[in-house]
């Protein structure tokens, strides 16, 4: 029988006898997020019911926050310091104000800098693409396991009350209970990293961002839309300001219905173990200071190799000096971000004929609004919004005039009449808290 296994195929729970009952949860908590994602989406499907049959499809993006290098696209610097600030994000179940931390790293990609014994250096960076599913629902069947995994990744200081909530919160469609683990620890939050903190990045953002761009998108012209930004504005999937998303969305869009003539549509789905994966660094970007390559002082920690989880820059044992010896492309190391802006990320899809016919063109449900400046587009941040509203503010231009024909609302009020918009992704708000 097919069962949706943990990232990366991960079994930190062998031996215990907490195993199975987890392994089971975990195939229901993917399967629960595939069930209700495709009524909304014709070509996505689960592999519990249909088999896909292609091999792997890769789609692959840059580990640093594209949005963070458009904001300061000549101050290296700037960008790696807004990297590492701690944004907060409203939590509350009750309507009173509940701010828990989270990293401004939101391309699936998180890291933190431990100091160096004498605090004057950096001692080892940690990048993690572990989503915070995973983490909540293995301390729900072993919470002695996950305090020993936080003990050998993050500080052996680590005990158990420094993992649990101290009040409930808001999670996802639900409520993480007091006393139950906390996925913004400080451990995993300014003093580590174990898992992403990132609201939009979750393993339920994945594949709502992937249902919904299996549907192919048109402009006011009725010509497909085949370009990542442009497709991400125009649906209301993930945040067109990411490497991420409107690569895997156009990736997905792609791949379940080409744009060749006479092309046959695909059903796609997340391949099995569904997850977002650290991918690869370059070789001879880490070096020393005579520019000479350091293999073996970038590695995978959790995961394997095309599949990382969690890795590590650290001098390796036997290693004379440590990384305030290190540059990357020359520059010495001095930021997580230097490195993160090296790393390749993935995710892979399959596919299978299943005889779906070709699903129709659809009107654009959102657009998006630039600044009025002379700088171009694709060196801005945009506001990604609803099809009925206008640009207005401090970004008062359309971005893409073509997708709701120049002025968003009804029909009479200066464009076509909007497409009914789906449920809105729960990644189409920004936070007001993430700049």
Request: hydrophobic residues 35%.
């Amino acid at each position: 029988m097919f069962s949706y296994a943990p990232p990366a195929n991960l079994d930190d729970l062998a031996g215990r006898p907490t195993r199975a009952a987890f392994l089971n949860a975990w195939h229901a908590h993917i399967k629960g997020d595939f069930d209700r994602e495709i009524a909304n989406a014709p070509l996505f499907f689960s592999e519990v019911s249909n088999s896909a049959t292609s091999a792997d499809l890769p789609v692959a993006w840059n580990a640093f926050p594209l949005a963070l290098k458009r904001r300061h696209p000549n101050d290296t610097v700037a960008r790696w310091n807004a990297a590492d600030q701690l944004g907060t994000t409203d939590l509350s179940t009750n309507g009173t104000p509940l701010p828990m931390p989270f990293r401004r790293q939101d391309e699936y990609c998180e890291w933190f800098a431990y100091p160096s014994s004498d605090g004057q250096s950096i001692g080892r960076i940690v990048f993690t693409a572990e989503a915070p599913e995973y983490w909540i629902e293995l301390a729900r069947h072993d919470f002695d396991r996950v305090v020993e995994l936080y003990q050998r990744h993050v500080s052996s200081q680590v005990v158990p009350d420094d993992l649990r909530l101290k009040q409930d919160i808001s999670f996802g469609n639900g409520v993480l209970k007091k006393g139950t683990y906390n996925p913004y620890n400080a451990w995993n939050a300014s003093q580590g990293v174990m898992h992403l903190t990132h609201p939009a990045n979750t393993l339920g953002a994945e594949i709502n961002l992937a249902a919904r761009a299996t549907v192919p998108r048109k402009d006011v012209t009725g010509k497909r839309i085949t370009e990542a930004r442009r497709l991400a504005c125009g649906s209301n999937f993930g945040d067109p300001n990411r490497s991420s998303d409107p690569n895997i969305g156009l990736g997905v869009n792609l791949t379940a219905f080409s744009a060749a003539t006479g092309a046959t549509p695909q059903s796609i789905t997340l391949a099995n173990p569904v997850a977002l994966y650290i991918d690869r660094i370059a070789p001879g970007v880490i070096t020393d200071e005579n520019d000479n390559p350091l293999p073996g002082w970038f590695k995978i920690v959790r995961g394997t190799t095309g599949r990382g989880l969690m890795a590590v820059l650290e001098p390796p044992a036997g290693a004379t000096f440590g990384l305030d010896k290190v540059q990357v492309l020359g520059r010495k190391l001095t930021h997580g971000g230097q490195v993160a802006e090296q790393i390749q990320m993935v995710l892979y899809a399959k596919t299978a004929s299943l005889g779906h016919p070709a699903p129709p063109l659809e009107s654009c449900v959102a657009h998006c609004c630039r600044p009025d400046t002379p700088i171009p587009t694709d060196q801005v941040n945009l506001a990604h919004t609803e099809a009925s509203d206008s640009c207005s503010g401090a970004t008062p231009k359309d971005a893409f005039p073509e997708l709701t024909g120049g002025a968003a609302g009804p029909a009479g009020a200066g464009g076509p009449a909007a497409a009914p918009a789906l449920k809105p992704s729960r990644k189409l708000t920004r936070l007001a808290s993430d700049g």
